[in-house]
T-cell receptor
Framework: DAGVTQSPTHLIKTRGQQVTLRCSPK?????VSWYQQALGQGPQFIFQ???????QRGNFPDRFSGHQFPNYSSELNVNALLLGDSALYLC???FGGGAGDTQYFGPGTRLTVL | AQSVTQLDSHVSVSEGTPVLLRCNYS??????LFWYVQHPNKGLQLLLK??????LVKGINGFEAEFKKSETSFHLTKPSAHMSDAAEYFC???????????FGAGTTVTVRA
């Protein structure tokens, strides 16, 4: 049973550039959430996608956007990168779209902004 | 609004001794509560989940947690630590009308031989 997969594993960008991160949910899951984990901190919720729509958003600027495809996979896009965007980006998937559902996490994408 | 406070940023135990990680939560509604573990350079793994059934929740790898509504606590314990338990542990809350998970700051566990 394939778990949540993310690509790429690592990424290095410079300030002002744009980046796209990808996530494939666990088999059978239809809901994808994205989190940002800065070094030494707990993950912070960016947004959640369900039925190809952004359903809930955390306290992140519009530079952060996403998409969910018909096969439930998802992308996270970040424009105009800042040094402070350097972090581990985690994708999590769940089934059924309910509040309080268990979310299963991928290994993350480490983004470094120089 | 929901939030989590992990009372210890770092816990150090000897192998074979008990582990206690403390967590207090704040929630507007009846919450779901979780503990996740993160080993170095790895993603987050679910240890256990509370959803208003039994107040004592058993998880993987010998961990368990007790939900105490009167104390708004959800402490994680393990009777005997193993070297492989060295990791970062996160207490997490989700309100029943909320789709996001809210994480605590984490507790780093060190296990001494």
């Amino acid at each position: 049973d394939a778990g949540v997969t993310q690509s790429p594993t690592h990424l290095i960008k410079t300030r002002g550039q744009q980046v796209t991160l990808r996530c494939s949910p666990k088999s059978g899951h239809d809901t994808v959430s994205w989190y940002q984990q800065a070094l030494g901190q707990g993950p912070q919720f960016i947004f959640q996608y369900y039925e190809e729509e952004e359903r809930q958003r955390g306290n992140f600027p519009d530079r952060f956007s996403g998409h969910q495809f018909p096969n439930y996979s998802s992308e996270l896009n970040v424009n105009a990168l800042l040094l402070g965007d350097s972090a581990l980006y985690l994708c999590a998937s769940s089934f059924g779209g309910g509040a309080g559902d268990t979310q299963y996490f991928g290994p993350g994408t480490r983004l470094t902004v120089l | 609004a929901q939030s989590v406070t992990q009372l210890d940023s770092h816990v150090s135990v000897s192998e074979g001794t008990p582990v206690l990680l403390r967590c207090n939560y704040s929630s507007s509604y009846s919450p779901s509560l979780f503990w996740y573990v993160q080993h170095p350079n790895k993603g987050l793994q679910l240890l256990l989940k509370y959803t208003s059934a039994a107040t004592l929740v058993k998880g993987i790898n010998g961990f368990e947690a007790e939900f105490k509504k009167s104390e708004t606590s959800f402490h994680l314990t393990k009777p005997s630590a193993h070297m492989s338990d060295a990791a970062e542990y996160f207490c997490v809350v989700s309100d029943r009308d909320d789709y996001k998970l809210s994480f605590g700051a984490g507790t780093t566990v060190t296990v001494r031989a």
